[in-house]
Every structure is written in structure tokens, then in C-alpha cells.
């Protein structure tokens, strides 16, 4: 085993496999036997189980498991932009890269890893990549399962260029949901959004959460760090904590949109919804030498 995946409680286990294509996966499990597994094409993580098994991230039936096209389900990283804006491919191109396993990471807060098992990767901006952004930096990001099943990803984002640069980024969560047209979220109420169903063009929620019944595609701003994911039919909730990600995209194809996307069942639109952690409207810019970081931690609990 790799040291720089070494579990943070001796109790728990970090284990690297590789899929079919030969890239590296990390597989972390708690004592209690929840895992999460994450791939290095990406750093993305694909899956997210409960210690029943149960499986908390949706993942397409028609996904393509094949680079440099990222897995359609579990959580891609869009960075360094979010949309397409530009030269740069749609949502960036960190998703579509093999990260690799960062054997020296600067520490983090001792929280960060007591208890928990976890593994530190490492994207850095290759010659292709410069072509496309040409700012040199270094993504360090540490994926943890804690003792109480919580996914948390922590990202580390430092310029070493000799000018400023500017991104941002979103964790483009699928979560797994029993059917769309039972789940609402609350967390966003009487915020701004962009609609990018209306040319991103600035609206204001009006209900008291927000609940589906068609397309969904927007970017809501400067949120709260806490939002929750209900979903009625399973009788639980997503908890999204994050910190440094001020925005909050929403996105569920519904089914015309559906229909267009290759690696997406036709009726997969009611078992999924994205709701990402994100910094999209104000990019987030780095002067030589510093460093941004941001968290998102994902819990599931029980509705009363
Ligand atoms: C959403 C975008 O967040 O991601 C949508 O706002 C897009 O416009 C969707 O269709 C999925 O993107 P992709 O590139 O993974 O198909």
C-alpha cells in the first residue's frame, strides 16, 4: 500500500485497486464498513456506501467508463471553470485527468485526519494543459470517510506561477434519490440564482424549498454552509456542510434534456439530482504563492 493512503485510524482500511482500464482506485472503509471509492482519472469520487451497503451517489447505467470523458455520476471536480466558457472544455479539465497519489501532502489540521480513513491526490497542470490555462498550479485534494460514514473532500488549490490566476470550481455531486418528485431542498430559500435554462439570467427563489417538477439548471449564490437534501420516499437526508464555496448548483436533466446525453438513461432523470458545493460567480484568483482552500462534507441522515 502506498504510505500516502495511510489510514488515519488503524482500524480502518485504504486499499488501491485498479478498474479495467489499469488506472488506480482508492477504496477507503470505516470500521463500521461504509467505504468510498475514488478514482484517480479525476479524482472523482464513484462511489459512497453506507455501513448497510447501501449506495448514496448515483452513478448512470450508461456510464462510460472510459478517459478522459468523466464518469457520469459520483462527484467530477470542475475546475478551473465551471460551464464552458472560452477555449476550455465544459466544467474544465480535472475531471478528465489522472491525478496521482500525493506521497508528501502539507499537513492538514489534525481533525482532518484523526479517525478517519483518507487518501491525498495530486493534480498538477501538464504542457497540454498550459496550452489550454496557462497558469501553473497544484490541486491537492484529500478525500476522508470518517468513523460515522461522513465523505469529506478538501480541496488545496496553490499558484506557483509568477502572475495571478483566476477559477472555479464546483463538486458536481449525484446523489442517489428514490424518485425526484420527492425530494425537496432547503437551504436556498430567497436567494439570487442564475438560470442557465434563461441564458443565465438572474432570478430570486420565491418558495419556501425548492422542489421538481421539470428541468432544473441553475447557480445559486452566496448560500448558507448548510444544506439539506430530503428525500421522502427513503425517509432521509443529505447534509451538505462546505466552507470557501459560497454557490450552490442544481441540476436535474429531467427528460428531454435526458434523451440528448449518451451516457444518461432516458428515465434516470428521478434518481438523481446534482446539488454541488461551488465558487462560480466570483472566481475565486490566486497571487503567486498563495493558496485557496475549500471543503464540502457530505453526510446522510435519517428524516424524523
Ligand atoms: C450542469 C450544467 O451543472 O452540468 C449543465 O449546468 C450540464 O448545463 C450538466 O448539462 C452536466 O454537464 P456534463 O458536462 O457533465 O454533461
Known amino acids: 500500500m502506498n504510505p500516502s493512503a495511510a489510514a488515519g485510524d488503524p482500524r480502518a482500511i485504504v486499499e488501491i485497486t485498479k478498474d479495467k482500464n489499469g488506472i488506480d482506485q482508492v477504496v477507503?472503509?470505516?470500521?463500521?464498513?461504509a467505504s468510498v471509492q475514488v478514482s484517480l482519472h479525476g479524482g472523482q469520487v464513484l462511489?459512497?456506501?453506507?455501513?448497510?451497503?447501501?449506495?448514496?451517489?448515483?452513478?448512470?447505467?450508461k456510464a462510460i467508463f472510459k478517459p478522459p470523458a468523466a464518469v457520469r455520476g459520483g462527484i467530477p471536480i470542475c475546475f478551473p471553470q465551471f460551464g464552458n466558457r472560452g477555449s476550455l472544455e465544459q466544467h474544465g479539465f480535472a475531471r478528465n485527468k489522472i491525478w496521482v497519489i500525493d506521497d508528501n501532502p502539507p499537513?492538514?489540521?489534525?481533525?482532518?485526519?484523526?479517525?478517519?480513513?483518507?487518501?491525498?491526490?495530486?493534480?498538477?497542470?501538464?504542457?497540454?494543459?498550459?496550452?489550454?490555462w496557462p497558469h501553473r498550479f497544484e490541486f491537492r485534494l484529500r478525500v476522508s470517510l470518517s468513523a460515522d460514514g461522513y465523505l469529506t473532500m478538501i480541496s488545496r488549490i496553490r499558484n506557483i506561477n509568477c502572475k495571478p490566476f483566476s477559477f472555479s470550481i464546483a463538486y458536481h455531486t449525484y446523489f442517489a434519490v428514490s424518485d425526484i418528485s420527492e425530494v425537496r431542498v432547503e437551504g436556498l430559500?430567497?436567494?439570487?440564482y442564475?438560470?442557465?435554462?434563461?441564458?443565465k439570467e438572474r432570478f430570486t427563489e420565491q418558495g419556501d424549498a425548492l422542489t421538481f417538477e421539470s428541468e432544473v439548471?441553475?447557480?445559486?449564490?452566496?448560500?448558507?454552509?448548510?444544506?439539506?437534501?430530503f428525500d421522502h420516499e427513503k425517509k432521509r437526508t443529505f447534509v451538505i456542510r462546505k466552507e470557501g464555496l459560497p454557490d450552490v448548483v442544481v441540476w436535474n436533466p429531467w427528460e428531454r434534456k435526458s434523451k440528448s446525453l449518451i451516457d444518461f438513461g432516458d428515465e434516470e432523470y428521478k434518481q438523481m439530482l446534482c446539488v454541488d458545493g461551488a465558487a462560480i460567480e466570483k472566481p475565486i484568483t490566486l497571487k503567486p504563492g498563495?493558496?485557496?482552500?475549500?471543503?464540502?462534507?457530505?453526510?446522510?441522515?435519517p428524516t424524523l
Request: aromatic share 6%.
Open 28 to 33: 477507503l472503509r470505516n470500521p463500521r464498513g
Open 47 to 61: 462511489s459512497w456506501k453506507t455501513d448497510r451497503g447501501e449506495e448514496l451517489l448515483f452513478t448512470s447505467s
Open 107 to 132: 499537513p492538514l489540521h489534525p481533525n482532518d485526519s484523526g479517525g478517519k480513513a483518507y487518501t491525498d491526490l495530486l493534480l498538477k497542470s501538464s504542457e497540454e494543459d498550459l496550452k489550454a
Open 189 to 192: 430559500e430567497t436567494l439570487d
Open 194 to 199: 442564475l438560470d442557465n435554462l434563461c441564458q
Open 217 to 229: 439548471d441553475r447557480i445559486y449564490l452566496s448560500s448558507s454552509d448548510v444544506i439539506g437534501v
Open 290 to 301: 498563495e493558496e485557496w482552500t475549500g471543503r464540502l462534507e457530505l453526510s446522510v441522515v
